[in-house]
């Protein structure tokens, strides 16, 4: 199956406008493409008539050009006949919006839409989804355009089993500046599922992070995927939703008792490579750093920082993570302290974490930076910054980003995501280095990139 | 392939829904594993002929197809050092529910791990190693793999347990032989490939391990339910 069409319609058709209520879910989603997107995109309702000026098709085969993406936002029980329509008359696939499938209690139904679009090889998204977000081509979420937040164009996609988190996850992507290249939601996954969708992304050229939220797999679903995922050469992260055991089902070995599900699902996911996030922070965290970063790294962190305290914290999240803080020689010591500024020298602690003290001005971070990433004891450089300390301006990020330029060893960085430090913060990020809002965050960075399997 | 003794075994268990103890171990043996010298007796001549034969101490169990969880009834007896003992042990036994004979084997020592096998609703055939013994679910050392696994799955498997150096030689104590735990490993996930429509899981626990061999000490054969809704 062909996924092409559903991710780069030329034109669309919205099957299910309503004359006369605009705020219906597929009036939405006509006015937002039809408004601020290149997509063309035609309305379709049996009745016909007019939609703001429009012309209203009665039906997808009237429509005089060739439709890749149906857009199909009925009642339930006519989404088989439009899908039947659809095929016949060439589109090049659709997303179902409409609801009232399996999560109702409609199994036939949603068993009748996948037995049609299976024997035509007609690829569909859903039901019960918000559908695709292209950026800057169309989108197909109902969601007002003035209530949502759109990340930038970027390298990652995110495919969600539910709606309401990935448009959260968009957020929170436009929070910390990660790209997207492309967001599904797929709802009911009747007929594409992760399986598909990942080796879609593992072929498309603008993505090269492809981020999963799971509720569970179907029946050996997750074998397929992860032997799919072990092959992939861009860094597979998933987050699992569901991981207590659900009711009090009968044990009867030790075996399954120990092995539970989410036990099994979790071990699978390491021995094939595929990144767990354990939560929405360790999400965002390892979708930020592996949009910058897709090589591996053993995870021997050197850090940087103008405060004792940051730099024992680090430690600390370091250490329950399984990444090396490893100390640095006496004579590397040495040379790092002559190298500082007159009143940091006396001061400054010059073991790993590097402490620069609040003293410290942007030549000393540029320098400590510089350093360690010629050591080859270090593979990745955590700069934990504190904007207020009077020595620091706002040019550190893009100055610390050319060290990387240079040097290409990873740096992340972080630093309190409030507006007054904006432009520290977009120094390092426009740049292409991550930057967390919280130590924690940062540390997660670099535990991503030891996560990713080598490529 | 499956031979057609182990899938003879698994038919005439279907009804149960689990296989016997001395079937287990007699399948186990089929597929390449070791296990004790055993018999399985109704009569407490035979048993005692056997004791004497391989020697005492012996271990003696209760068969029955009532009792799937042996040990937990006092249906398990070890350290048998006499005629006498294994024929009171003999009467008791003929006393529980469901009574199908005595299982009679040689008593062998060993470090008490677990293999473990079962078929996930979303992953197909997953195997696990562990720390066995009756204690395995406090301890909860374990590591599992997606099957089918090979020899380099094993070894990375056992420096997963937190237990791996106790394996390796730990303080003066003789490490089990990897070499051995590897090869029943590997047959072990062969045989769950094979049986992967037929069970639901399976517990070698405890698996006893020594400087020269891996021992399956007892079996534990879920089959699937007939016609079970997949989960």
């Known amino acids: 199956m062909n996924l092409q069409a559903l991710f780069e319609p030329r034109t669309m058709a919205v099957i299910g406008i309503s004359l006369t209520n605009n705020r219906h879910p597929a009036n939405v989603i006509y006015h937002k493409n039809h408004l601020r997107y290149p997509v063309k995109v035609v309305p379709v309702n049996p009745r016909g008539g007019e939609l703001q000026g429009e012309r209203v098709f009665t039906h997808i085969s009237e429509i005089p050009e060739k439709v890749d993406l149906a857009v199909i936002a009925v009642r339930a029980e006519y989404v088989p006949g439009i899908l039947s329509d659809c095929i016949h008359a060439g589109v090049g696939g659709a997303v179902v919006i409409s609801g009232g499938f399996a999560e109702s209690g409609r199994q036939d139904l949603q068993d009748r839409i996948v037995t049609i679009a299976r024997e035509a090889g007609f690829p569909f998204i859903g039901p019960n989804c918000l559908g695709i977000y292209s950026p800057s081509l169309m989108d197909t979420f109902f969601l007002p355009s003035e209530r949502m937040v759109r990340p930038d164009l970027g390298n990652v996609a995110i495919v969600s089993q539910s709606g309401g988190i990935l448009v959260d996850q968009m957020i929170k992507f436009a929070g910390e500046g990660i790209g997207l290249s492309r967001a599904v939601s797929i709802g009911n996954k009747a007929l594409i599922k992760e399986l598909d969708l990942l080796n879609y992304f593992a072929q498309d050229t603008e993505t090269k992070v492809i981020a999963f939220y799971v509720e569970g797999f179907g029946k050996h679903e997750g074998r397929d995927f992860v032997l799919a995922a072990s092959k992939c050469l861009k860094p597979v992260i998933l987050l699992k939703a569901g991981k207590s055991p659900g009711g009090s089902r009968a044990v009867s070995s030790h075996t399954a008792s120990l092995a539970g599900d989410y036990e099994t699902f979790s071990t699978i996911l390491f021995q094939y490579g595929v990144v767990e996030a354990k939560n929405e922070l360790e999400l965002v965290s390892f979708c930020e750093s592996l949009s910058c970063y897709q090589r591996s790294i053993e995870g021997k962190i050197g850090i940087v920082t103008g405060s004792g305290g940051h730099g024992a914290l680090a430690v600390d999240i370091c250490s329950s993570h399984g990444l090396s803080v490893p100390p640095l020689s006496e004579q590397a010591q040495r040379e790092i302290r002559k190298n500082l500024s007159s009143s940091v020298q006396p001061i400054a602690s010059v073991t790993n974490p590097l402490d620069l003290t609040g003293s410290a001005v942007d030549d000393d971070f540029v320098f400590a930076t510089s350093y360690l990433s010629r050591r080859p004891e270090i593979d990745c450089i955590a700069i934990l910054l504190l904007p207020y300390l009077p020595g620091i301006t706002s040019d550190l990020g893009d100055r610390l980003s050319q060290v990387y330029q240079q040097e290409h060893k990873p740096l992340v960085a972080y630093v309190p995501h409030v507006e007054k430090y904006r432009m520290l913060i977009e120094g390092f990020e426009l740049n292409r280095i991550p930057v967390s809002p919280s130590i924690e965050g940062a540390v997660l960075m670099t535990e991503a990139m030891r996560r990713s399997k080598p490529c | ?231």
């Open chain 2, 1 to 231: 392939m499956l031979s057609t003794e182990i899938k003879d075994i698994i038919s005439a268990s279907k009804e149960r829904g689990w296989v016997l103890e001395p079937e287990a171990k007699h399948l186990c043996s089929l597929a390449g594993l070791s296990v004790p010298r055993f018999v399985w007796e109704t009569g407490l001549e035979e048993a005692i002929g056997f004791a004497r034969k391989i020697g005492y101490p012996v271990v003696a169990k209760v068969v029955s197809p009532l009792m799937l969880h042996k040990s937990d009834m006092g249906g398990v007896v070890v350290d048998i050092e006499s005629d006498e003992k294994l024929s009171e042990v003999f009467h008791r036994f003929s006393q529980i529910n469901g009574f199908a004979g005595i299982l009679v084997e040689e008593m062998l020592s060993g470090v008490e791990m677990i293999a473990g096998a079962k078929v996930d609703y979303q992953f197909g055939p997953v195997i696990l190693l562990g720390m066995g013994g009756t204690g395995v679910e406090i301890y909860r050392d374990v590591t599992m793999r997606m099957a089918p696994i090979g020899r380099e799955d094993v070894m990375s498997m056992v420096r997963g347990l937190k237990a791996h150096q106790m394996l390796e030689g730990y303080r003066g104590s003789e490490p089990i032989s990897l070499r051995d735990l590897t090869r029943t490993m590997v047959s072990f996930s062969d045989l769950l490939m094979e049986l992967e429509g037929l069970i639901e899981s399976i517990d070698l626990n405890p698996l006893l391990c020594t400087a020269d061999r891996c021992v399956v000490a007892d079996a534990r054969v879920i089959l699937k339910v007939e016609n079970a809704p997949d989960s």
